[in-house]
Every structure is written in structure tokens, then in C-alpha cells.
């Protein structure tokens, strides 16, 4: 599963809230810590959907295949596959 970039942001936005509303240090640098680790999985989705975008428009529309015939059965390994 690949996570979104809205839910990486709002992640982030997350811990940088706890990290403010920390009283002690050490929790505070925990969650800012969590919130760069956030960033960085934000980063890495926001290429993914560039990259998924990117890949489906060189694919161009995509065209329903045609059912197999029945010659295109006989080929296959399972030629009783579709009959069922």
C-alpha cells in the first residue's frame, strides 16, 4: 500500500501540533523527528504520483480489450478457461 500525500501532510502537521504542545524536550524532539520522517514520506509520494501520472499519460486512453476467440483459447494452457 502506498501512502497518499494528503496523508503524509497531515501527518506531519500532526506531530509538528504535538511536538508545540509538548511539555517536556525529549518529547518534543521525538515528535519533530516523527514530523521530518513525515516530510520525507510526503517527498517520496508526491514523486510516486508524479511518476503514476507521468506513466498513464504516455500510456494514452485505455481501450477495452476484445474477449478471446476461440482459436486464442486453444493456445492457452487452460483452454477450457472462459467457458465455464
Known amino acids: 500500500m502506498s501512502l497518499t ?13 504535538i511536538a ?5 524536550e ?3 524532539q521525538i515528535a ?3 514530523a521530518a520522517a513525515w516530510a520525507e514520506e510526503a517527498t517520496a509520494a508526491e514523486r510516486a504520483d508524479a511518476r503514476r501520472l ?4 504516455s500510456r494514452g ?8 476467440n476461440a ?4 493456445l492457452s494452457e487452460n483452454p477450457d478457461r472462459g467457458f465455464a
Do not use: G, H, V, Y
Not at 508545540?20 to 517536556?24: D, E, G, K, T, V
Not at 486512453?61 to 478471446?68: I, K
Open 5 to 17: 500525500l494528503a496523508f503524509c501532510r497531515t501527518q506531519e502537521a500532526r506531530q509538528l501540533a
Open 20 to 24: 508545540a504542545a509538548a511539555p517536556l
Open 26 to 28: 525529549n518529547s518534543r
Open 32 to 34: 519533530n523527528i516523527a
Open 54 to 57: 507521468k506513466s498513464a499519460a
Open 61 to 68: 486512453p485505455m481501450l477495452p480489450s476484445a474477449l478471446p
Open 71 to 74: 482459436e486464442d483459447r486453444s
